[in-house]
């Protein structure tokens, strides 16, 4: 079992930045990939942003240009900075880990509350 534990949610206003962080409890090179995934009251959870094991990335459009995604494999740890934020970007978001084999399921976090307002 692999456990993922986010942290570094908050109240922030509008313009502001947040960084989350996700340890796993496992090597995070051993994963497909990483990612972070957000929902919304009402919405369906979406992918904000991956990262492979080898470095590529893949962003949402909404927030291409403002959030950035990092992995650093010695700490088993991957980020998620967030600048320029939105109200819109208000959610829970819940850290992923993809296993290298496709029939075994997806790892999640419990989930870490980003509230954008003024």
């Known amino acids: 079992q692999v456990q993922l534990v986010e942290s570094g949610g908050g109240l922030v206003q509008p313009g502001g930045s947040l960084r989350l962080s996700c340890a796993a409890s496992?090597?995070?090179?051993?994963?497909?990939?990483m990612g972070w995934y957000r929902q919304a009251p009402g919405k369906q959870r979406e992918l904000v942003a991956s990262i492979g094991s080898r470095g590529s990335t893949n962003y949402t459009d909404s927030v291409k240009g403002r959030f950035t995604i990092a992995r650093d494999n010695a700490n088993n740890t991957v980020y998620l900075q967030m600048n320029s934020l939105k109200p819109e970007d208000t959610a829970v978001y819940y850290c992923n880990a993809a296993p290298r084999l496709k029939f075994i399921p997806d790892y999640w976090g419990q989930g870490t509350q980003v509230t954008v307002s003024s």
């Open positions: 496992r090597n995070i090179f051993s994963f497909r990939a």
